[in-house]
T-cell receptor
Framework: DTGVSQDPRHKITKRGQNVTFRCDPISEHNRLYWYRQTLGQGPEFLTYFQNEAQLEKSRLLSDRFSAERPKGSFSTLEIQRTEQGDSAMYLC?????????????FGSGTRLTVV | GNSVTQMEGPVTLSEEAFLTINCTYTATGYPSLFWYVQYPGEGLQLLLK?????DKGSNKGFEATYRKETTSFHLEKGSVQVSDSAVYFC?????????????FGSGTKLNVKP
């Protein structure tokens, strides 16, 4: 069990640049989630995939954000024209089923700093 | 709607002290409840969970009981260690608009001093 992997762990970028993060979920988990966590706060939901289908997007996910999961395995989250307010920890999580009793398995996150 | 409220931190304790971190929730249905722990620079790790009223979740000496009558899920540990220093998040999972959603509290930082 390799857990949920995220890459990179840290990213520093200049305002206005595009960035892309990758998440590899646990292989048998068909549900994948992206969350954003700012300092001193709990994670906030961004988007959700069941296999390759993106089923839910938060209002937090502006037009500059896009997420894909092309083959139902790994997922990417892209932020275009980054802003300083995008600085946060971006967390990926997966779980094997849809029932509310299933907990998430989180990755270690990608910390984005926009300068 | 669904939401989670947990006590503000930081909580500072001496080693071997008793720990309580309060968590209350609001839910329209029948949620499952979770505690997650986050060590510095890391993602969240599931600590324990309870899926129905009166269930007790436990792990690594931590316990929490799902209290429907008080809508609470307080985290307790009888004797904390320095290695327990971390941020603890209470969370609920509930069906909303045919979609199962998680809601996290804002976290409580625990500092344990030797």
């Amino acid at each position: 069990d390799t857990g949920v992997s995220q890459d990179p762990r840290h990213k520093i970028t200049k305002r206005g640049q595009n960035v892309t993060f990758r998440c590899d979920p646990i292989s048998e988990h068909n549900r994948l989630y992206w969350y954003r966590q700012t300092l001193g706060q709990g994670p906030e939901f961004l988007t959700y995939f069941q296999n390759e289908a993106q089923l839910e997007k938060s209002r937090l996910l502006s037009d500059r954000f896009s997420a894909e999961r092309p083959k139902g395995s790994f997922s990417t989250l892209e932020i275009q024209r980054t802003e300083q307010g995008d600085s946060a920890m971006y967390l990926c999580a997966s779980r094997p089923g849809a029932g509310e009793y299933y907990g998430y398995t989180f990755g270690s996150g990608t910390r984005l700093t926009v300068v | 709607g669904n939401s989670v409220t947990q006590m503000e931190g930081p909580v500072t304790l001496s080693e071997e002290a008793f720990l309580t971190i309060n968590c209350t929730y609001t839910a329209t249905g029948y949620p499952s409840l979770f505690w997650y722990v986050q060590y510095p620079g890391e993602g969240l790790q599931l600590l324990l969970k309870a899926t129905k009223a009166d269930d007790k979740g436990s792990n690594k000496g931590f316990e929490a009981t799902y209290r429907k009558e008080t809508t609470s899920f307080h985290l307790e540990k009888g004797s904390v260690q320095v290695s327990d220093s971390a941020v603890y998040f209470c969370a609920l999972s509930a069906l909303e608009d045919n979609f199962n959603k998680f809601y996290f509290g804002s976290g409580t930082k625990l500092n344990v001093k030797p």
